[in-house]
Structures are given as structure tokens and as C-alpha cells.
């Protein structure tokens, strides 16, 4: 054994699927106290090459080794056992179980033959005070957002004991501040001297907290530098050419008030919500989680009601909370949470891109399909959707590909007023730039863009205009020019009012 600190060894994987070589001969070392960052654009075998540790799959060809030995990992106990604990890109929790029954899942503590719950969510309570997250050990995961889910999952990680730990795009969920309270925990595992695989497609989380970057591209790994790299010669590496502009924005002649929203309101959630959005134009949606953001577009998109209010597009209103009357309006939705809202997971490339359009068109009374082929084909190849062929099922894509079969499928749509709710969140740099590529054709065809994102640069860079939402109501408006991530914060973090209930004394 070359390095007594090595704790892991991956030798010359490889992995296909039908139609597929996910892993065509990969490398992979750890260390002991490190972190070491999986890079690579979507589809690139990243979380396949996770999965052969934690004993989802297994290898066609090459070696893993820990601690010298080569190991044979056949599923989640031989990884348990070997002190690997994987926290994985799509949640594994339980929805219908309790936070403690996710966390001590098939481990739960026993006294007298029966499962100890006061000790189990005793137990649970230090661990996620250990991750700073403030919920109940006896909440269901159901009830649970995102950004929790993922604390529930660093939990349950914690509470194997690992030497071990892999981290598959933990940031993509999380918030700035979610994101240190990550970073802190995972600084004191490093130190304690366990190996950390942390991947994530935020290239300056890298310095923050990487050690060494190994890159994998096409599924073969390319080469190992220092988290030091500067951020360009990692693209370079990841995506094979260097990235001229980050953030492509083109901004056309702005036409017509398309979308016009007044005085949305649900009581206890949104207040007061007034804007409008032109034809030609991207208007960001800057906030805190919280704020109420997604909140005011699933009602704009008729998914929730409303209480007080209008919805207009073109001057006409909309019929509050009915998803079919928006969309027959023109306004299409790519939510935040796409494995619940975006996909139908079971079914194809080609019938998730034409969910939206066979709607319509059924409702017209014809349905071209060879039109619909060519069109999937054509979004797909935009996209730069990796993928066997239009045929595969949505589930066994990358995380990063279902994304954009989601963004595509509005594409796809005639939709006049996009919404776009974290519409690069798990997409590569490469990627997101296309994507912004065709918001700018969208946007030049007529389109108007509301987009609400948590990546602040990409607010301010694709943004004509940003609302900063606090609270639940709209605490301004900013135009191109002045808006900075100052300015944006400034406003984020603001109490807002309005007059009547300043006047009424709240
Ligand atoms: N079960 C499966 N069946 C068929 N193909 C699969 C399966 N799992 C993965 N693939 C394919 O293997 C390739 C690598 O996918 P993987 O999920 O490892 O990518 P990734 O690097 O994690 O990407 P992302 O950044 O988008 O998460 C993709 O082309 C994917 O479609
Ligand atoms: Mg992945």
C-alpha cells in the first residue's frame, strides 16, 4: 500500500447501462482528512460512480479497494459495514415515516424486544442539533422542504459513524447560510479524520472547502488538480473548451404588459403582490427562502389559490387556482422541485417533452406526432440532454438531464409567459449556459420570463429587472443597472409595509 492514509482506492471502473457506458475506466483515491470534489458536467458518471460504494450498483469491470483490501460491496449493510455512508442526489427518506424512525431506519433502538422511541428521538434530537437544523424528531418527513430533507439526511449520515462520507450535490438544495452551517460540519468530520466525496456543480465550493478535484468527463476521469485551480481551467477541464460568458444575456425590444399580477394575496403567506412582466422581458424574483416566492407563482400558474386579487395575460384575466385555464392562457411553470411537479418518471424522454404540447393539441382534436418527434429531438439536442436515445425512461437519467427534460418541456409548449422557479439548480456550467440561451431566444420571439433563483450572480446577470420579495411582499424593484448583490440583500432582509397597514397600526 503506497499511502497509509488511504482509506479508499477505485480502480478502473466500469459501467454500462443498455445504450449506455456510464463508466468507461475511472481512477478515484481518498484520503484520510480530506475532502475530495467529483467534477464533471451532467450525465458525466458521477453519481454512478458513487453508487459502486454504497452498493446500489456494481462495477462490470475494475477494482475498489479500502484500506488496501479489494472489497466487494453488494449493498447498503457490506457498505455500512466498511464505514461508507452515501448521502445521495435524489432524497432516500421515508416521506410517511417520522424524522427519528428515517434516521435509526432499520437500526431503530430496542429495549425489551420493542423499538425504543423515547431513546430514538433522543438520539435523533443531539444529531440534528449536531447539523443546526430546527425540527422536530417526531415531524414527518412528508411535511418536510427541501432544504430540510437534506439536514435530515446529514443526520442520518452522522449517525453511522462513517469514515466515509459521500456527498452528492448537498448544496444544490440549500441556502447561503444552509450552505456554511454544511461546510462547518463537514470541517469538523474532515478534521476527526474522516474522507469526504463531496460533489457539487458550484465551482467556488470548491476552494471553500475542496482538497483535491478529480474531474470525470464522458465517464472516463481526465485528471486530479488541487481545489486550488482557478475556476476557468476547471471548466476547461470539466466541459473540454473554455466558457466565454458566463451569464449571455441579450436584451430585445420590450413589447406589451403580457403578464400582470395585482394585489395577489393569501392571507398569511403573500400580500399586496403587484408587477408586471412585458413581452421581451426576464424579470428575476430575488429573496430569502421564506419570502414567499414560489409561493406567488404556483398561485400566478393557478397551482394554489388565491385569496385577494387578479391574474391577467394580455389585459385578460386568468381564472384563479386552475393550472389548465394559465396554461390555456400561455403561462407555463418549471418548478423547484421537479421530481414531484416536472416529470412522470416511468415514461420516456419523448412523452415527459410532449406532456405539455399533447395537452393542447389533444384539446385541438389533432395530434402531430411526427412533428412532436422532431421537435423532442430538436429541444433535446439544445439541451444537450445526455441520453441513450429519445426512448429512455426519465428515472434513469442524471439528475442534472431530468432538469432540462423539465425546462424543455415549456420550451416545447407555446408558452407566452415562462416561469422558471430555480431553473438551473444541479445544472452544469455548461449547461446553464445554453439554457440561458434559449431564455434569450424565448425573450426574442416575444416571451416574457419570470424567474426566481437563489444564485444571486445569475438573478443579476439574466435579469432586466429584479423584485426583491421579503415577508411574504414585494420589498422593491431594481432595475439592470442598480442591481447589486448588495442592493438585492439590502432589500431581502428589509421589513416591508404597506400604508393601510402601517395606518392600521401592524
Ligand atoms: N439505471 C440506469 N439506466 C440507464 N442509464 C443510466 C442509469 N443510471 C445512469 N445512467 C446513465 O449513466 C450516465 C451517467 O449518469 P450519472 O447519473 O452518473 O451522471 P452525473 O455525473 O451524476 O450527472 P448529474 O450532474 O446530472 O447528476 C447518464 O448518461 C445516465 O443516463
Ligand atoms: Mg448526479
Keep these: 500500500m503506497s499511502n497509509p492514509d488511504e482509506l479508499l482506492r477505485i480502480e478502473g471502473i466500469r459501467k454500462t447501462f443498455p445504450g449506455v457506458v456510464a463508466l468507461d475506466g ?82 431503530q433502538p430496542r429495549r425489551l424486544g420493542m423499538i425504543d422511541r423515547k431513546r430514538m428521538e433522543a438520539d435523533a434530537e443531539v444529531l440534528l442539533r449536531r447539523v443546526g437544523v430546527n425540527v422536530s424528531p417526531r415531524a414527518r418527513v412528508r411535511e418536510l422542504g427541501i432544504a430540510r430533507l437534506q439536514m435530515v439526511e446529514i443526520a ?37 479524520g474522516v474522507g469526504i466525496v463531496f460533489i457539487t456543480h458550484h465551482l467556488e465550493e470548491i476552494a471553500a472547502l475542496g482538497d483535491r478535484v478529480t474531474v470525470i468527463r464522458d465517464g472516463k476521469s481526465v485528471g486530479q488538480v488541487p481545489a486550488t485551480t482557478p475556476e476557468d481551467e476547471l471548466v476547461r477541464l470539466m466541459v473540454g473548451r473554455s466558457i466565454e460568458q458566463q451569464y449571455p444575456r441579450e436584451v430585445p425590444e420590450q413589447g406589451a404588459a403580457l403578464l400582470t ?128 436515445g429519445l426512448g429512455q425512461h426519465v428515472r434513469t437519467l442524471s439528475g ?27 445544472i452544469d456550467v455548461g449547461a446553464k449556459v445554453e439554457i440561458y440561451q434559449l431564455i434569450n431566444e424565448l425573450t426574442a420571439a416575444g416571451a416574457a420570463v419570470l424567474m426566481i433563483s437563489s444564485d444571486l450572480p445569475e438573478v443579476l446577470g439574466m435579469s432586466d429587472r429584479v423584485l426583491v420579495m421579503a415577508q411574504g411582499r414585494i420589498a422593491g424593484e431594481l432595475a439592470r443597472g442598480e442591481a447589486t448583490q448588495d442592493a438585492v440583500m439590502a432589500l431581502a432582509v428589509s421589513t416591508p409595509t404597506t400604508e393601510t397597514e402601517a395606518s392600521r397600526g401592524h
Design 26 to 107: 475511472v481512477d478515484f483515491d481518498l484520503r484520510r482528512g480530506e475532502v475530495h470534489v467529483l467534477l464533471g458536467e451532467n450525465g458525466a458518471g458521477k453519481s454512478t460512480l458513487i453508487k459502486m460504494l454504497s452498493g446500489a450498483y456494481h462495477p462490470d469491470e475494475g477494482r475498489v479497494l479500502v484500506d488496501g483490501e479489494e472489497v466487494h460491496i453488494r449493498g447498503a449493510q457490506d457498505a455500512e459495514r466498511l464505514g461508507i455512508a452515501t448521502i445521495y442526489q435524489e432524497f432516500n427518506l421515508v416521506p410517511d415515516l417520522t424524522v427519528a424512525e428515517n434516521i435509526f431506519l432499520g437500526r
Design 156 to 192: 442520518k449520515a452522522l449517525s453511522l459513524n462513517a469514515r466515509v462520507l459521500i456527498m452528492d450535490e448537498p448544496t444544490a438544495v440549500l441556502t447561503s447560510e444552509e450552505v456554511e452551517k454544511l461546510f462547518a460540519i463537514v470541517r469538523t468530520l474532515r478534521e476527526d
Design 261 to 388: 399580477v395585482e394585489g395577489l394575496t393569501r392571507d398569511g403567506v403573500f400580500h399586496d403582490v403587484t408587477f408586471e412582466v412585458h413581452a421581451g422581458e426576464v424579470v428575476g424574483i430575488a429573496g430569502l427562502v421564506g419570502a414567499g416566492r414560489t409561493e406567488v407563482v404556483r398561485a400566478v400558474f393557478g397551482a394554489d389559490p388565491y385569496d385577494e386579487g387578479a391574474v391577467k395575460v394580455s389585459g385578460a384575466a386568468v381564472k384563479r387556482h386552475d393550472v389548465n385555464a394559465a396554461m390555456a392562457a400561455g403561462i407555463g411553470l418549471v418548478p423547484e422541485d421537479r421530481k414531484g411537479q416536472g416529470l412522470v418518471l416511468d415514461a420516456s424522454v419523448e412523452e415527459n417533452l410532449g406532456l405539455v404540447t399533447m395537452r393542447t393539441a389533444t384539446r385541438a382534436g389533432l395530434v402531430d406526432l411526427r412533428g412532436q418527434h422532431a421537435a423532442a429531438e430538436r429541444i433535446a439536442g439544445q439541451l444537450g440532454v445526455r441520453m441513450a
Design 400 to 426: 442534472g438531464n431530468q432538469q432540462k427534460v423539465v425546462i424543455g418541456k415549456w420550451l416545447l409548449a407555446d408558452t407566452r409567459v415562462l416561469i422558471l422557479d430555480e431553473p438551473t439548480r444541479g
